[in-house]
């Protein structure tokens, strides 16, 4: 067997730890329907809008730039919850850079139906003001298709949610892992490589959101979130 394979391992006693079950731990028991959509359907916003490659290009420029501007280079920002520390001067400071990058405008419209009827939502820090509630339907329509975990579209949010931890450094997949194929996702759902990839991917995302891993973040907003959606129409969150 190839050193070169297992380089990134962990050994733990006579085991040996592929990397990304070193750095976010076990598998944990967390919702996707009731924790990681609120926190995740900002990226599938930006996806709708303006496709997928487009969206990877606009989402990576406004991460890059919090983790600059924070100085928090290991910081991944998939979840909208993170984006709260995003404030004041910093807020100031990503807008003009995001501008000067000819990104902020199709970020600020993909993400109007998200902050402007989610009163609270730390992405509003793209926004010198909160946008005047609208577009209720679109916001509407990207949950329904997000509940559909497996689906293109929703394996394709959550591969830029991943990808995100590999730009961040903070995910490193070995050789030989369906996953180390990460860019061959594109394919999906059309070949069996790609279904492999989708699901590493959500498996992934399961032990990002995992307390004391990357993704983690309180629950706060995603209950929030949902209070809401029942205040603008009632209804029932499916168990997935």
């Known amino acids: 067997m190839s050193s070169g394979v297992l380089k990134d391992h962990a050994r733990k006693g006579k085991v040996l730890v592929p990397p990304f079950v070193h750095l976010l731990g076990p598998m944990r028991d967390v919702s996707w ?59 100031g400071e990503l807008r003009a850079r995001l501008l000067a990058e000819g990104c902020l405008n199709e970020l600020q419209v993909a993400l109007v139906p998200l902050v402007s009827n989610y009163e609270g939502c730390a992405l509003t820090c793209l926004y010198e003001s909160v946008p005047t509630a609208a577009h209720l339907e679109v916001g509407r329509e990207i949950l329904e298709q997000l509940y559909e975990r497996d689906s293109r579209f929703s394996t394709m949010v959550q591969a830029t949610a991943v990808w995100l931890m590999f730009d961040a450094g903070v995910l490193k997949v070995a050789e030989g892992l369906a996953l180390a194929s990460f860019p061959k996702i594109e394919d999906y759902p059309n070949t069996e490589l790609s279904r492999q990839i989708g699901g590493s991917i959500r498996a992934t995302l399961n032990m990002a959101f995992g307390k004391e891993s990357p993704l983690y973040v309180s629950l706060d907003w995603a209950n929030r979130f949902w209070d809401l959606g029942m205040t603008m129409q009632p209804c029932e969150v499916r168990n997935v």
């Open 33 to 91: 329907s009731k924790q990681m959509i609120p926190e995740l359907c900002w990226i599938a916003l930006v996806h709708a809008k303006h496709g997928d490659r487009r969206a990877v290009e606009l989402i990576t420029a406004l991460t890059r730039s919090v983790r600059t501007i924070l100085d928090a280079p290991t910081s991944v920002l998939a979840a909208c919850s993170s984006y709260a520390q995003v404030q004041g001067a910093h807020a």
